[in-house]
């Protein structure tokens, strides 16, 4: 039994069963575009004691495509004489109306995880700490959507990890622990903060940070 919906005016858009007049439904499929990571580490020898909130990472979306977030991880490793007590912390906060992209930061080119996949619509810079990006057109959420710290305990140790670093497997954001996955729809983006406490230490730390962000495309969701 053909019937013709309001809007359309030639040719037969639905049918419904003859029997039961159940109308056949066809859910609009998610178009997958393809898979992408950045992994990058930024060497600083600049030391860094006093309290400072820095801005490292800029992510954003440029195109009318969805970009799904699915990990980002950090790792931060220093070098110092001693250190008695200071405090990391890093923030993801989500950006929306980003027109244009953070200055005074070094541009990254996405890696395709499959050759086939076509480029990203990810537009990415990052800066190398305790250097910080100076901010584009965007306008940031009031709270962050994810947070991971970590504070010196004792002598010459910050950080989880046994080299005195917040691993590279640190997660400040996996996806398959979520129940809704981070959605950038058209300049849509996020940042990523770093927050220093002060340092007590003998020597001022000089610190390599290192950035880990997966995500799928998808040109129709």
């Given at each position: 039994m053909a019937i013709q919906l309001i809007g359309h005016t030639t040719g037969t858009i639905a049918d419904?069963?003859?029997?039961?007049?159940c109308l056949r439904t066809v859910v609009t499929p998610i178009v997958f575009k393809g898979s992408y990571a950045i992994s990058y580490s930024t060497n600083s020898t600049s030391p860094i004691l006093a309290t400072t909130t820095t801005t490292n990472l800029a992510f954003r979306n440029t195109t009318s495509?969805?970009?799904?977030?699915?990990?980002?991880?950090?790792?931060?490793g220093y070098t110092a004489t001693t250190i008695?007590?200071?405090?990391?912390?890093?923030?993801?906060?989500?950006?929306?109306?980003?027109?244009t992209q953070d200055?005074?930061?070094?541009?990254?080119?996405p890696s395709r995880l499959r050759t086939a996949f076509p480029e990203s619509s990810a537009d990415i810079v990052v800066a190398a700490f305790p250097a910080t990006l100076t901010a584009g057109t965007r306008t940031l959420s009031s709270q962050s959507f994810s947070n991971?710290?970590?504070?010196?305990v004792r002598?010459?140790?910050i950080g989880v990890g046994p080299n005195k670093e917040v691993g590279s497997i640190s997660s400040l954001w996996d996806a398959s622990t979520s129940y809704y996955p981070i959605v950038l729809e058209s300049y849509d983006g996020f940042i990523l903060q770093v927050i220093t406490g002060t340092f007590a230490a003998s020597s001022a730390p000089s610190v390599t940070?290192?950035?880990?962000?997966?995500?799928?495309?998808?040109t129709g969701y």
């Open positions: 419904v069963e003859t029997t039961a007049k495509n969805i970009i799904q977030l699915n990990k980002v991880g950090v790792s931060l008695t007590a200071g405090q990391i912390t890093f923030s993801l906060i989500k950006s929306q109306n980003a027109y200055t005074a930061g070094t541009q990254i080119i991971v710290s970590a504070g010196s002598v010459d140790n940070l290192s950035i880990n962000v997966n995500w799928d495309e998808y």
